[in-house]
């Protein structure tokens, strides 16, 4: 029997804003420090929709696909800045956008970033499931080369208790 040697270096997180990218984010965060890894912290603009933009492009309303995505963009990472990396501390951390359907995109980051393990959560902005996960999640979770963490939703978090 061959032996499997497992060496973890890098650490993805994928972060939808949704109520279940704090779990994650906390887990991924976590496992960065107890591991001493860089830790990953993957946004995707989700593709879909994005064909309405350029009808409205079209029609004079002057917000383009591009335009969108940049701005989008922006805001995302303002946001993702202020909420995850202020908190690593001593991690060293970065984020990544990607645009395109999340489960494509997610394994292309993946593979690009040659991540050893990725964390995300079961259900996303949508916060509806599938029979198990997340149609995304499950995507990923059948196809993704390296090991993948699911984080349950905040309902499912242990925080310490306020005293």
Not at 28 to 40: D, H, M, P, V
Not at 51 to 61: F, N, P, R, V, W
Not at 143 to 162: D, F, K
Request: hydrophobic share 40%.
């Amino acid at each position: 029997m061959e032996e499997c040697k497992v060496s973890l270096s890098r650490i993805m997180v994928a972060l939808d804003l949704s109520a279940y990218s704090e779990s994650a984010f906390l887990h991924a965060l976590t496992l960065a420090q107890s591991l001493g890894t860089e830790l990953i912290l993957l946004n995707i603009i989700n593709s879909r929709g994005l064909e309405y933009m350029d009808s409205l492009e079209a029609q004079g309303y002057g917000i383009g696909r591009d335009k969108y995505i940049q701005e989008l963009t922006a805001n995302r990472k303002e946001e993702l800045e202020k909420e995850y990396l202020s908190r690593v501390g001593q991690v060293s951390a970065r984020l990544v956008f990607r645009v395109g359907l999340p489960y494509e995109q997610i394994l292309k980051a993946v593979d690009k970033e040659q991540v050893d393990l990725l964390v995300m959560g079961t259900k996303g902005r949508t916060n509806i499931a599938g029979a198990l996960f997340g149609t995304t999640a499950e995507k990923v979770f059948r196809r993704a080369n390296c090991t993948v963490v699911s984080v349950r939703g905040p309902e499912h978090c242990r925080l310490p208790e306020a005293t």
